[in-house]
């Protein structure tokens, strides 16, 4: 008599959970960030971030528009009906000071560090340090240089470019010509405050708030010194900057 043959297509034991990178990304962060804005430009701005394609922003220090991105795109990477799977994080890597990118030692991922920390602090208040490491260690979040952006056509993310008034024009129209398909880019900075350019008027931050007006998809915000929301003696300082 011809005993059964087992079958190949079941296993005695519990399969193995299979993840897609969306829950991936969901098992990674575990909870949802709260919804907790502290003006209504904020809520309106967060909106803006998550309604179009390309959002360009300048404000002062203090509105929180860089926790805003970097929720937003937290928030858009963790929904399963979105197509978003990666934060990709750029900088133009210009300095306040005398150094230099490229006298900085290690490879280009230790070189952008100083540029990229304001960046990952944020997310460190979001999601925790734990989850910003795994997520960056599982290729979720990628760094970029300004740079070395030429080339690239990036699909299926979210392009978070901040300090933006330190980019030239031609950088600026670089960058924006990058989106490809199921992307968002995030652009924001503050047109007052370049380490870059004397007068803001050359900086691609300000050229790409002038020329890309009325562009379906794509929205322009702007915040201003009332909208400041952290200590309110900044509100004090920029007063004194003004003239």
Do not use: W
């Not at 795109?73 to 990666?86: F, G, N, Q, S």
């Not at 370049?194 to 691609?204: A, H, L, M, T, V």
């Amino acid at each position: 008599m011809q005993k059964n043959k087992p079958d190949k297509t079941q296993s005695p034991d519990k399969p193995k959970k299979i993840f897609n990178r969306k829950e991936f990304i969901t098992e990674i962060i575990k909870k949802k960030s709260k919804e907790k804005f502290l003006s209504e430009n904020q809520k309106k701005y967060y909106q803006i971030l998550t309604n179009n394609q390309i959002t360009i922003c300048s404000g002062p220090a203090g509105v929180g528009k860089s926790y805003l991105v970097m929720k937003a795109a937290i928030d858009l990477i963790m929904r399963p009906e979105t197509p978003y799977e990666k934060i990709i994080i750029v900088r133009p890597a210009v300095e306040s000071s005398d150094s230099k990118l490229g006298s900085l030692p290690g490879d280009l991922r230790e070189k952008m560090d100083p540029y990229v920390y304001a960046s990952f602090y944020l997310l460190h208040k979001i999601i925790g340090k734990e989850a910003t490491k795994s997520l960056e260690e599982n290729g979720f979040i990628e760094i970029m240089s300004l740079s070395f952006m030429r080339g690239i056509n990036v699909d299926n993310s979210i392009l978070v470019v901040e300090e933006a008034q330190n980019s030239t024009p031609s950088e600026m129209k670089m960058v924006l010509t990058r989106i490809g398909f199921n992307s968002k880019f995030f652009i924001s900075g503050d047109i007052e405050q370049s380490d870059k350019f004397k007068q803001k008027e050359k900086s691609g931050l300000y050229d790409a708030m002038y020329k890309l007006k009325d562009i379906n998809d794509v929205e322009l915000f702007q915040f201003g010194n009332d909208d400041v929301v952290r200590n309110p003696i900044i509100k004090e300082i920029l007063k004194r900057y003004e003239d």
